[in-house]
């Protein structure tokens, strides 16, 4: 930590026009909130706006709290995907509940002696449920030992972009959570089977070879079937719906060409290069080496790289008038670069030309805009010619400049963000122009990029030689293909799509088991009524179409409920979404058909072991 009023020669910390380089950070009294905070802050920036009319007029200030700051951009994923375990949670219980339903109708004979020996009811159901609320915990500790293994695999797989990430780990909190989770689960969901079995027919279930009636508890695990899949055609519509925004952005051009290109941090130290010459003559032989490796078509150096989220603005006007005033001023990004970057990085040249290593500091200033600056500055006439100027800075004087050339513009921000960015306008300047008094702080923070004939990880090596080779002590960083640093702008939506895949196959594979141990089940009971069908002639297909038909409509009713379940939940998750509508109709309706389909497959196998039903066999059932 180094005093601010250390850094006297740094432009930036001197100059008041310059809104952006530092953060503020308070802590509020006790008591205080931050509305009352923000209605502070207001009225000091509407003084300071008074004060300096010149460079402050227009700009205020706000207060965000740093949990907000921190986390307030993932929090409607983690919502998301909090929900989508839920939704797994409750799928799983809804099964367990079937099982236990099922295994109390098969003690049905056992509870009726309990009560005939005088058992009460409220000792029946608390051993029911204690028998539930151990398979419980038995479940929840299981699980706590699959997510010792599970947690390290999901923390390698989490993108540098999730805040806290290195957080992330079993706690206490986790564990008293899993226990108070599965003693939840386990009275809730075994109370239902507890009540149902805990009031046996004394009379029919006594009897030898009787059979009780068995609707009111085939009601109840039929809804409960009708609740798995309305959950799991939800959490299946929100995984499609994250795999088709994934896959348009994919879709989308970063509007630079990303193959074989190689970027890596080079920034210069002041203690060392603290005079431009130095800066200026290091930055030029580790160029003009690269280009002599054999593999490297193209180097070059920028200050910005494209979808890292930097904010390197800065304000100018068209022509080369008088400044005008700051609320009328144009801002754009700023890239500080060599001759070589457009061809490095393949960045396409729509008109004139691009910088080159005629552009020094002896020679006219001269700048290279994108298309967006062109068509909103300069629309319907050639920007080529024209001139604009860069606002000075910390004691720099206002940098005239003439348009020489005209490119693409390039995703600064993120594949799926950029549009809704305030400063979409961008050029590039030449970096052998950038006045002397800004180019120490600048080189702090320099990229080095170059194009590779083949795969460029396998340059790495000889790349780091060639800095040391023109400064044995200098470091490189963060040395990244353009094809990762595109993978890591999209990698938090590509993280939150591979989880709810996860949780949405799980869901579709317990509401097969479910489907399937129902119709199971049904057929178990109904053996007695198949086997009568059959002796009075009923062919295999009738049956088969009778259990199929019964499975289905429990199936086609959930799919019902999940539709206008999933319409109305997806719409929270939109801002998740890039290029597709949270009610996209292609959508809901292809995953329909799948959830359809796979329900269809778990009601034909014991649709079809009713067709074997042997009737006199089936005549003598129970």
Partial sequence: FVPIGAQQDDPILQARELHSGLQAIGRLKFGATIEQANSEIESIASALENQYPETNKGYSAGIVSMYEDVVGG?????????????????????????LLLARAASRQKEIAIRTALGASRVRLIRQLLTESILLAIAGGGLGLLLAMWGTDALVAAIPDTLPRAEDIGLDNFVLAFTLAVSLVTGIVFGLVPALQASKPDLNESLKEGGRTSVSTRQGVRSALVVVEVALALVLLIGAGLMIRSIFQLNRISPGVNPNNVLTMQVPLSFSTYDEPSKIRNFYRQLVERLEGVPGIEA?????????????????????????PAPEDMQWSLFYPTSAGYARAMGLPLLKGRFISEQDTQSSPNVVVIDEYLARGLFPNEDPIGKRLTIQGVG??????????????????????????????????????????????????????????????????????????????DQPVNNILTMEQIIAASISQQRFSMLLLGIFAVVALMLAAVGIYGVMSYTVTQRTHEIGIRMALGARPSDVLKLVVRQGMTLTITGVTIGLGAAFALTRLMESLLFGVSATDPLTFVAISIVLAGVALGACFVPARRATKVDPMIALRYE
């Fill in 74 to 98: 993932i929090r409607t994923a983690l919502l998301v995907l909090s929900g989508a375990v839920g939704f797994v949670l409750l799928i799983a219980c809804a099964n367990v509940a079937n």
């Fill in 299 to 323: 180097a070059a150096i920028n200050a910005d790289m494209p979808l890292t989220n930097s904010d390197s603005e800065v304000p100018f006007w068209v022509g080369g008038g008088p400044r």
């Fill in 395 to 472: 004691g720099i004087p206002d940098i005239a400049c003439e348009i020489v050339g005209l490119v693409g513009h390039v995703k600064h921000f993120g594949l799926g963000t950029d549009a809704q960015q305030k400063i979409q306008y961008q050029f590039y300047f030449p970096y052998a122009q950038i006045p002397d008094l800004f180019l120490v702080p600048l080189a702090e923070g320099m990229t080095v990029v170059a194009r590779t004939s083949s795969d460029p990880t396998g340059l790495i090596s000889e790349v780091k030689n060639q800095v040391l080779a023109v400064d044995k």
